[in-house]
């Protein structure tokens, strides 16, 4: 099978027009964290194919600081089973969460301050919200929190790490990369949720995908077909205008 890849020689990409730029704004806006997915299997060829893609991402010094870790069926389940043990365990006793699974880098301010905690809230608000959680139900909330270490029942789960000794420029570079995929994912119909929630743990998922000693987890995402009759796929975040984002100086 042909790879929709199109072939570009170097000399000829600053020519190339993109024929259907909707299909471009299509691709970002009709992505989303998609929190359920049903059992069908992306192929291998169209996995390898959106993470070729992503790799046209630009980086600094093109260091290309990216590794991928692909687990699925067995790998996928036995993995899945061994984080939410452990999930569990850090509700029984949260100080394991210093001891046991520190994070590998501050994903998260220490101190949250508007219009950022503001966001935060509305987001958890309106996803608990969505499926009738209620403030205060700490179980359904571990529960629902607990689906993504399960993929949100995606096929296919992607690990992405990262060699511990570059800088932090190359969180910048990663993230135009993990964005490229999720870009990739929705051309060939799939649906992708990036998931920083693994990170606290690396301690456990990085020896299990095999990652050496000198690599730390950036983040996961889960991968697969959405599921449209879903709830909870009816949730949608808001975004600013970009009026009011944007500062003119002439």
């Not at 049903?38 to 600081?65: C, F, H, M, Y």
């Not at 966001?119 to 209620?134: K, S, V």
């Not at 690396?202 to 697969?224: Q, T």
Request: proline share 6%; with cysteine.
């Amino acid at each position: 099978m042909q790879s929709p890849i199109p072939t570009i020689a170097p000399q000829e990409q600053a020519r190339v027009r993109v024929a259907d730029p909707s299909s471009v704004f299509m691709a970002m806006e009709s992505r989303f964290s998609c929190r359920a997915f049903t059992p069908q299997v992306p192929s291998r060829q169209d996995i390898e194919t959106l993470i070729q893609a992503a790799l046209r991402a630009p980086s600094g010094t093109n260091t290309q600081p990216w590794k991928v870790y692909v687990v699925q069926g067995q790998a996928r389940d036995a993995l899945a089973e061994k984080v939410c043990a452990a999930h569990n365990a850090l509700a029984a006793q949260p100080e394991l969460a210093k001891t046991q699974y520190p994070e590998p880098y501050d994903y998260y301010p220490e101190k949250w301050v508007s219009p950022y905690i503001d966001r935060r809230r509305a987001c958890g608000f309106g996803l608990y919200g969505t499926l009738g959680i209620q403030k205060g139900e700490h179980i359904k909330m571990h529960l629902q929190h607990q689906r993504n270490y399960r993929y949100f029942d995606a096929p296919i789960g992607l690990h992405f790490t990262m060699d511990k000794i570059m800088g932090r420029g190359s969180l910048i570079d990663y993230g135009m990369f993990l964005q490229n995929i999720m870009l990739a994912a929705r051309a060939l119909g799939l649906h992708t949720c990036p998931q920083a929630a693994w990170n606290m743990f690396e301690r456990i998922v990085l020896p299990y995908i095999g990652a050496g000693e000198n690599e730390m987890l950036l983040c996961s995402m889960a991968l697969g077909y959405a599921d449209e009759t879903a709830l909870v796929n009816t949730f949608r975040t808001e975004r600013e205008n970009a009026a009011g984002l944007i500062q003119w100086r002439e």
